[in-house]
């Protein structure tokens, strides 16, 4: 289990936005929570706080979907049994102490991708499909929001996997579709990443190279083109709107926009953090 996201976020009218300045849960910390105890009606009348108050210090539960509760015996947690054991959680009955008595659950990674940490997106408006549907998700939201619980979902916008269609369209070569969403180079360039690490990446298809801050396997998105910011405002729009949920964990925030210098948002003003800060801005209450 990882911390309390509601402080140092930024307040938005349906939401807040947590900056995870450094940190990549995507991959790690698995919560293993599991429980028989089978879901309680709520009987009492004492009223659960309302979800917009999880940003006052609510303490928000972590929970990587797939390691949670199976609903259907295929041996993945999905959101069904999330969904079952939401009293568990909270029951929101303020008289009841049975319960864990977090006021938000954070998401890990959620939307359709390519491997088990689903951190490598192959598409940002479909819930992985081990997990159940987007109507499963919005169930989920529901039941959540009735017992007083908000909802953050995981939003990893610096990479896509190598999967994903927009990757698959622009590795065609120059004048291919989205070939500017992704930073690409005819010979290796010897720029290496933050931690020494290789960053170009050799293509599968032509002579030519492209960046990954991370791995081969998750190019990173262009954020220098203007589709590319479009297009992320948009998938932020879809899961606070269409899939109703109270805010994000974002990754990888210092390495959105791919420029040389410092990193960190408090140090100086980067480009990544005023990139942030225009995304959010739509979204703020005040
Ligand atoms: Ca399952
Ligand atoms: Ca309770
Ligand atoms: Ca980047």
């Known amino acids: 289990m990882r911390?309390?996201?509601?402080?140092?976020?930024?307040?938005?009218?349906?939401?807040?936005?947590?900056?995870?300045?450094?940190?990549?849960?995507?991959?790690?910390?698995?919560?293993?929570?599991?429980?028989?105890?089978?879901?309680?009606?709520?009987?009492?009348?004492a009223a659960a706080p309302p979800v917009r108050d999880w940003r006052r210090g609510a303490t928000c539960y972590e929970i990587?979907?797939?390691?949670?509760?199976?609903?259907?015996?295929?041996?993945?947690?999905?959101?069904?049994?999330?969904?079952?054991?939401?009293?568990?959680?909270?029951?929101?009955?303020?008289?009841?102490?049975?319960?864990?008595?977090?006021?938000c659950i954070w998401l890990m990674p959620v939307n359709e991708a390519s491997s088990y940490h689903d951190c490598d997106a192959t598409d940002y408006y479909r819930v992985e499909q081990d997990y159940g549907t987007n109507d499963?998700?919005?169930r989920l939201v529901a039941e959540a929001h009735r017992r007083g619980i908000a909802v953050l979902v995981d939003m990893v916008l610096n990479h896509v996997s190598s999967e994903h269609p927009w990757f698959r369209e622009a590795l065609g070569g120059p004048g291919a579709a989205r070939r500017s969403w992704f930073r690409w180079a005819t010979s290796r360039p010897a720029e290496r990443g933050p931690w020494g690490q290789?960053?170009?990446?050799?293509?599968?298809?032509?002579?030519?190279?492209?960046?990954?801050?991370?791995?081969?396997?998750?190019?990173?998105?262009?954020?220098?083109?203007?589709?590319?910011?479009?297009?992320?405002?948009?998938?932020?729009?879809?899961?606070?709107?269409?899939?109703?949920?109270?805010?994000?964990?974002?990754?990888?925030?210092?390495?959105?926009?791919?420029?040389?210098?410092?990193?960190?948002?408090?140090?100086?003003?980067?480009?990544?953090?005023?990139?942030?800060?225009t995304w959010a801005r739509p979204r703020r209450r005040r």
């Open 198 to 277: 290789e960053v170009w990446h050799k293509s599968p298809s032509r002579d030519e190279y492209y960046y990954g801050v991370f791995w081969h396997g998750m190019p990173d998105l262009d954020y220098h083109t203007p589709a590319v910011r479009v297009e992320a405002k948009k998938i932020a729009a879809f899961w606070l709107t269409e899939m109703s949920v109270d805010g994000f964990r974002l990754d990888a925030v210092p390495y959105l926009v791919d420029e040389p210098g410092p990193l960190i948002c408090d140090a100086i003003e980067t480009a990544s953090c005023s990139w942030w800060r």
């Open 3 to 45: 911390g309390v996201l509601a402080t140092g976020g930024v307040v938005a009218a349906l939401t807040a936005v947590s900056f995870a300045c450094g940190s990549f849960a995507c991959g790690g910390g698995r919560s293993a929570l599991r429980s028989s105890r089978s879901s309680a009606p709520i009987t009492s009348t």
């Open 136 to 138: 499963d998700f919005k």
């Open 64 to 103: 990587f979907v797939r390691s949670f509760f199976d609903s259907d015996g295929d041996g993945i947690g999905d959101l069904r049994g999330l969904t079952q054991k939401l009293d568990y959680i909270n029951d929101g009955d303020a008289s009841t102490n049975r319960d864990l008595g977090a006021r």
